[in-house]
T-cell receptor
């Protein structure tokens, strides 16, 4: 089945700096790669996603890049702010005939991002 | 407002006492699932349901049961909870384009 590895597990940056979180996946059939932000005491919320027919996607200060050949994707946050402090999860969705009823989301282990003033 | 709700949000119980965590979504999604979140392990799928009366095991189903009698509800049942089921649990529902929505979580402690 799919295996998603996420690095780093913790990341501390100064306010205004950029933050980059990287993930690799194992199943070449995966075609959907979302990123979730989890604030303390809340459920994960989708912040951006990318599909396999696109190499990069941007939404204001956040962007995601995908390299299908190398099977890795990354989250980039620019001009970080204290409210960006949270746990971030990457995930990969297998193909329609894969495990979990098809299109199952497999998650990375999370990155605790801390933006310091 | 489109949302996934879970109850209770916090629960402390004792070993062996059956419990149910409810989950409901108002988005008419067919696919729903349960995850547990443990430090350093991310989110692991417990069970999923592709539609009413269609459920199947995820990655860590041991000790759990689910049912899907209505499209909007997907309860998680622990018939004989044990301390290793102490965790943070999330229910989620998914759109056909794969975008997944999570509930607020249930923090369960089994003594």
């Amino acid at each position: 089945g799919e295996n998603v590895e996420q690095h780093p597990s913790t990341l501390s940056v100064q306010e205004g700096d950029s933050a980059v979180i990287k993930c690799t996946y194992s199943d070449s059939a995966s075609n959907y790669f979302p990123w979730y932000k989890q604030e303390l005491g809340k459920g994960p919320q989708l912040i951006i996603d990318i599909r396999s027919n696109v190499g990069e996607k941007k939404d204001q200060r956040i962007a995601v890049t995908l390299n299908k050949t190398a099977k890795h994707f990354s989250l980039h946050i620019t001009e970080t702010q204290p409210e960006d402090s949270a746990v971030y999860f990457c995930a990969a969705s297998g193909g329609p005939t894969g495990a979990g009823g098809g299109n199952k989301l497999t998650f990375g282990t999370g990155t605790q991002l801390k933006v310091e003033l | 407002e489109a949302q996934v709700t879970q109850n209770p949000r916090y629960l402390i119980t004792v070993t062996g006492k059956k419990l149910t965590v409810t989950c409901s979504q108002n988005m008419n999604h067919e696919y729903m699932s349960w995850y547990r979140q443990d430090p350093g392990l991310g989110l692991r799928q417990i069970y999923y349901s592709m539609n009413v009366e269609v459920t199947d095991k995820g990655d860590v189903p041991e000790g759990y049961k689910v049912s899907r009698k209505e499209k909007r509800n997907f309860p998680l049942i622990l018939e004989s909870p044990s301390p290793n089921q102490t965790s943070l649990y999330f229910c989620a529902s998914r759109r056909p384009d794969n975008e997944q929505f999570f509930g607020p979580g249930t923090r369960l402690t089994v003594l």
